[in-house]
T-cell receptor
Framework: KQEVTQIPAALSVPEGENLVLNCSFT??????LQWFRQDPGKGLTSLLL?????REQTSGRLNASLDKSSGRSTLYIAASQPGDSATYLC??????????FGGGTRVLVKP | DGGITQSPKYLFRKEGQNVTLSCEQN?????MYWYRQDPGQGLRLIYY???????QKGDIAEGYSVSREKKESFPLTVTSAQKNPTAFYLC?????????????FGDGTRLSIL
């Protein structure tokens, strides 16, 4: 059974510092890995989707890498801003279009 | 604007009562999903549907039921058999259940017990 883990559970950084969020998964038979952002009391917003054949994806200040063989993904957020404060979730997609989610990393960027 | 609408935003259930959460999408997506999120945890799949009039159980389907009579709508009923229903419920949709298509989420319904 696929298990997805995100460490740390919470992270606090001063504004301007780069953020590094980690995600690990136990079964490498995945179609893709997705990173989402969740603001308090809200739904999820898709940030990046990395297909299993890809090594990384970039969007603006966000960069996500995928190492399928080792079961790891890292989300980098450059030059963090207070508006980046949120919970970030990673999820892996396997057969049947089913996503398995990690528990999330709660990020606070202090001005 | 296209999107997913969940209602109500907050819902209270009495003991022994069934309640229904609404999810409507105008994205013309074939696939729809229901997730449950407990405090400080990730999402767990309750039910999903890849086409009208068809749906499959997810990882935690016990105590829940769904229907998919229309492409746009995928209501979730939390039955009295669900003994711990207090949670945040999220609905999502994606294009035709294809892989490598991101799921789009609604803003959720928070269910509490009276």
């Amino acid at each position: 059974k696929q298990e997805v883990t995100q460490i740390p559970a919470a992270l606090s950084v001063p504004e301007g510092e780069n953020l590094v969020l980690n995600c690990s998964f136990t079964d490498s038979a995945i179609y893709n890995l997705q990173w989402f952002r969740q603001d308090p009391g809200k739904g999820l917003t898709s940030l990046l989707l990395i297909q299993s054949s890809q090594r990384e994806q970039t969007s603006g200040r966000l960069n996500a890498s995928l190492d399928k063989s080792s079961g790891r993904s890292t989300l980098y957020i450059a030059a963090s801003q207070p508006g980046d404060s949120a919970t970030y979730l990673c999820a892996v997609e396997a057969a049947g279009n089913k996503l398995t989610f990690g528990g999330g990393t709660r990020v606070l960027v202090k001005p | 604007d296209g999107g997913i609408t969940q209602s109500p935003k907050y819902l209270f259930r009495k003991e022994g009562q069934n309640v229904t959460l609404s999810c409507e999408q105008n994205l013309n997506h074939d696939a729809m999903y229901w997730y449950r999120q407990d405090p400080g945890q990730g999402l767990r799949l309750i039910y999903y549907s890849q086409i009208v009039n068809d749906f499959q159980k997810g990882d935690i389907a016990e105590g829940y039921s769904v229907s998919r009579e229309k492409k746009e709508s995928f209501p979730l009923t939390v039955t009295s058999a669900q003994k711990n229903p207090t949670a945040f419920y999220l609905c999502a949709s994606s294009l035709q259940g294809l892989s490598n298509q991101p799921q789009h989420f609604g803003d959720g319904t928070r269910l509490s017990i009276l």
